[in-house]
């Protein structure tokens, strides 16, 4: 059984860097698929932000692409989030997934001083 | 960027009924790649189709997806009281993946 568990701060100051990690279990990120993160504002929708393919290409979303980068820890099965210069309109729930079909439960991050 | 665009926004029908949820692209969809999610309140979205027309695992066969190049459907065919929730559509085949906005099923 595949499962994803995000972790992190719930609460980032404005400017600061929000960071996340996935950790993963039941398959091992280097084996297939792809991984990556998408957020939810509160009563929104949903927001892809990048992927990690299996073999260590990152894309992201071009919207969000300056201010964010993905990365793998594969001795530890995890990936890894960082946004940097947030603001108050990066406050969402932050999803990790297993493109498309396996996703954490989410964790919502707060941006506020 | 691919826009996906949902209608209805809103659904409301009663347990029994069948939903027929659109899902239409500003650019045509490789169908190999376009997703439906079911997302109830305070959870994960929930993989329900992919390939536009591929069950996921677990998934009642009254979930049934169709389409192709702009316009995509998810149909429920009879309504049970578990599957009130809004319906996420997404393609994952050209970057940046994309979601609708969802449409909201809900108990009239």
Redesign the interface.
Known sequence: QVQLQESGPGLVKPSETLSLTCTVSGYSITSGYQWGWIRQPPGK????IG?LHHSGST?????LKSRVTISVDTSKNQFSLKLTSVTAADTAVY?CAR???Y????TLVTVSS | ?IVLTQSPGTLSLSPGERATLSCRASQSVNSRYL?WYQQKPG?????LI?GASSR??GIPDRFSGSGSGTDFTLTISRLEPEDFAVY?C?Q?GS????????TKVEIK
Request: glycine share 12%; charged share 10%; proline share 8%.
């Open positions: 929708g949903l927001e892809w992927s894309s992201y979303n071009p919207s999803y493109f498309v079909d996703w954490g439960q989410g | 960027e997703a959870q994960a979205p929930r993989l992919y996921a695992t996420y997404q994952y970057s940046p993946w994309t979601f609708g906005q969802g």
